[in-house]
């Protein structure tokens, strides 16, 4: 058994734990693993271990690893039944970036404005892309060094919630943007339940979506990752985002808002 599918093991074994805590089945829970600054030989290797989601957080860098486990897949006869991956991007997306990831990746973690949806929505239109799956990035911890939607003292500031879901009725309305829930990311913390405030909120936040914009699909939450996805679970996650638990410690450190350089990338279809 190579290390990457030990690791995943024992991942799995923790996920299924931690779903029996909340009396969910860990069948309802998708494991995301974050490739992010690994090289695709990593990625390949995931892949034979039997990894089918991947995220990552740079567009330029999804885009080449989505093109060249594509061709490994294409050149590899053993894999020509194999179940394909999913891509998901999860990290901070700006507006010139969009045309390198509709096409690729299968769920945008991270729209964090109406502006971004919208040019999600313009581009689809202009490629044909039918629909985009996306979900809402929510900051609901306050944290300055976080993207998305400003929800920080949501439930208590009517004026703030209202602003907001005027904002997804809008993104909701877009004819290429299909919604399917909400993201966020929590403080990084040395005790993971230091965490568990947030991933209440976020899911708090969900049950208020669920009761005012009943039209609209909020399935899925996005929260948990290598130091708090279990107590995410707990807390109802469905999608967890691990990285350094299966892959171990990267060759560099890169903050979740680094901004990838302007390169000019392909066009979605």
Sequence with gaps: MSEIAANLDRIYRRIEAAAQRAGRRA???TLVA???????ETVIAAYRAGIRHFGENRAQE????????TEWLADDPEQA??????????????????????????????VDSLRLAERINRLAERDDV????????????GEESKEGFDLNNWSTDRAKLDSFLETVMQI???????LGGLMTMAPFCDDPDDARPTFQNLAALRRTLQSELPQFDWS????????????AIEEG????????????????????????????GPKGF
Aim: net charge positive; proline share 5%.
């Design 34 to 40: 974050v490739t992010k600054t690994y090289p695709l």
């Design 81 to 110: 039944q194999a179940k394909p991956p999913v891509w998901h991007m999860i990290g901070h997306l700006q507006r010139r970036q969009v045309g390198q990831v509709l096409g690729y990746f299968a769920l945008i973690h991270s």
């Design 172 to 178: 909701g309305a877009l004819d290429r943007i299909s």
């Design 27 to 29: 069948d309802g829970i």
């Design 62 to 69: 999804g885009y080449d690893k989505v093109i060249g486990l």
């Design 130 to 141: 039918p629909t985009v799956d996306v979900l809402l990035e929510c900051n609901v911890s």
């Design 237 to 264: 996650a469905t999608i967890v985002r691990i990285g350094r638990a299966i892959f171990g410690k990267r060759a560099q450190v890169a903050d979740c808002t680094l901004q990838v350089a302007a390169t000019p």
């Design 220 to 231: 899925q939450l996005s929260m948990g990752m290598t130091n708090d996805f279990e107590v």
